[in-house]
């Protein structure tokens, strides 16, 4: 799909929502928890879903929630296939690149999904809850994760063996915990930990906080949830029940989501950046935009310190910005100059030209002047 050039200021695009109302009626088993969490998820704004990514660096996936026999929320997650390049047989979350006929990242994520694991794209069916803030994914490529509530629960799925090989359910809650939250009958290995987490270090040396909780399939080879798809699903259930983990979720100093886009749309040689430059997007008023609404996350301070989170971390990047926007209006300055300081050149050419003319002109009037003279003498004679 060509570049839209037309236009750099952030795009906006709105989703339609339903009310928790319902849900109520079409979930009978509903828990208050439950709904609250719905209607959480429902009121949830994402202000940089509206900042225009590059498209070839875009990508979505697709958050199926779902109310179980108790009433609780479960999430559906998929076992990916061992034939697939990359990350083979690890449990994720049904999404993928933005195609050309994508209009938003709700088309991507839903697409995805039905050619996945055949949910289908049924708005009434599978309502929208949200479309979460984006993520990262491996320091290049923007991820959005879009949320969604299956209400017919006689949807069957349709598996895509090239792609996944299964799917199964884990209760929402499930990633605010930091102990084994499932029933009896899966009996967890006593040597290995409901939840993890290790620190991983970003380019530039800053370090970011990876979670793991086990699936307890794992006897039956499924992999646990870790990586980005564990991070989403945090950042779900918080918002969603609007409390905090259990665990602590990053250190202080470690940046946020929108630092790390800010961070790899400023660096020079990085893919996300390289892909603004090819369609036509200012990367670093991109970055400064998605930085400025840092503070609109510390919606509910008790929950997790968002506006502690890379503290240490966002004077650099926002200076690193301002050095950029600075250059960026220095060198349109420059430019002015310089088109002012040419302006000026042509218009003493243009003059030099018109007196040279003139010149001319009064030299061959002369000459024709004395020419006629000579004839008119000529014709005395």
């Known amino acids: 799909m060509p570049a839209d050039n037309s236009a750099s200021a952030p795009r906006h695009l709105t989703f339609s929502k339903p009310t928790v109302e319902l849900f ?11 709904r609250q969490c719905i209607e959480n998820l429902l009121s949830y704004s994402a202000r940089r879903t509206q900042v ?20 609780d929320l479960y999430v559906l997650l998929s076992r990916r296939s061992a034939s697939l390049r990359q990350y083979a047989g690890d449990t994720a979350l049904p999404g993928g690149k933005v195609d050309p006929q994508d209009i938003s990242a709700e088309d991507t994520a839903r697409r995805e999904a039905f050619e996945e694991i055949g949910l289908i794209p049924d708005r009434e069916r599978v309502p929208l809850l949200c479309v979460m803030e984006p ?15 299956v209400l017919d629960n006689t949807m069957q799925p349709s598996l895509n063996r090239s792609e996944v090989t299964s799917i ?13 939250p499932f029933h009896p009958y899966r009996v967890p290995d006593p040597s290995v930990p409901y939840h993890t987490a290790i620190e991983w270090e970003l380019s530039g040396g800053s370090r970011i906080r990876l979670h793991r ?7 039956d080879g499924v992999k646990p949830v870790s990586g980005l798809t564990s991070s989403i ?3 779900i259930a918080v918002w969603g029940y609007r409390r905090a983990p259990d665990f602590e979720f990053q250190s202080p100093n470690a940046p946020t989501q929108a630092q790390q886009i800010a961070c790899a749309l400023l660096t020079p040689s990085n893919p996300l950046r390289l892909a603004c430059e090819r369609e ?6 991109t970055a400064a935009f998605i ?29 690193l910005i301002s050095q950029h926007i600075n250059f960026t209006k220095q060198g349109k300055h420059d430019n002015a100059d310089e088109h002012k300081v040419m302006h000026k050149e042509r218009q003493e050419r243009h003059r030099e030209v018109g007196d040279s003319a003139e010149s001319g002109k009064s030299e061959d009037t002369g000459q024709r002047s004395g020419q006629n003279k000579r004839k008119d003498g000529d014709a005395k004679l």
Do not use: C, Y
């Open 168 to 180: 199964f359910s884990q209760p929402l809650a499930s990633f605010l915990a930091s102990s084994f």
């Open 213 to 219: 909780f086990l699936t307890g399939r794992e006897a």
């Open 280 to 285: 036509g997007i200012d990367a670093n008023m």
């Open 52 to 71: 225009k990514f590059p498209r070839s660096q875009s990508s979505a996936v697709l958050v199926p929630l779902f109310i179980g026999r108790a009433g």
């Open 24 to 34: 109520e009626a079409a979930l009978p088993t509903l828990k208050e928890e439950s």
């Open 233 to 235: 699903l945090i950042h």
């Open 291 to 319: 930085l400025h609404t840092l503070q609109e996350l510390n919606s509910w301070p008790d929950m997790i310190k968002w506006d502690k989170s890379g503290q240490d971390w966002r004077l650099p990047t926002e200076g």
């Open 135 to 149: 993520f990262i994914a491996g320091n290049r490529m923007v991820v959005t994760p879009v949320v969604v509530l």
